[in-house]
């Protein structure tokens, strides 16, 4: 069993910057993907972004993917410990307002979320105008 749970979300004006974290507990894989989603009100969760993990004790790189809509904004990484990522969100938008979902799948980076095997339970974020 694997527990995620996010952190940070908040209310920034539009142009502001937030960033999220994700820290993973529980079974550790060798090989695995850690994705950003989010939700709108009345709209499909979608996807953000996603980092691979490339195993090993070390980071030692891994691919990454993102949303056309964030790109150039929004940036995915891992921190010191193998089982935490962010998500540095810059040129916030109020089109950005959603829950945001932290999601975690065994293998390679995808943007499809029924891929993904474990869910935290979201942080709000709201970009005012």
């Known amino acids: 069993q694997v527990q995620l749970v996010e952190s940070g979300g908040g209310l920034v004006q539009a142009g502001g910057s937030l960033r999220l974290s994700c820290a993973a507990s529980g079974r550790t894989f060798s090989r695995y993907a850690m994705a950003w989603f989010r939700q709108a009100p009345g709209k499909e969760r979608e996807f953000v972004a996603a980092?691979?993990?490339?195993?090993?004790?070390?980071?030692?790189?891994?691919?990454?993917a993102y949303a056309d809509s964030v790109k150039g904004r929004f940036t995915i990484s891992r921190g010191n410990a193998k089982n935490t990522v962010y998500l540095q969100m810059n040129s916030l938008k109020p089109e950005d307002t959603a829950v945001y979902y932290c999601?975690?799948?065994?293998?390679?980076?995808?943007?499809?979320?029924?891929?993904?095997?474990?869910w935290g339970q979201g942080t709000q974020v709201t970009v005012s105008s």
């Open positions: 999601a975690n799948k065994v293998g390679v980076v995808t943007s499809n979320r029924w891929e993904y095997e474990y």
């Open positions: 980092i691979s993990w490339s195993g090993g004790s070390t980071w030692s790189g891994g691919s990454t």
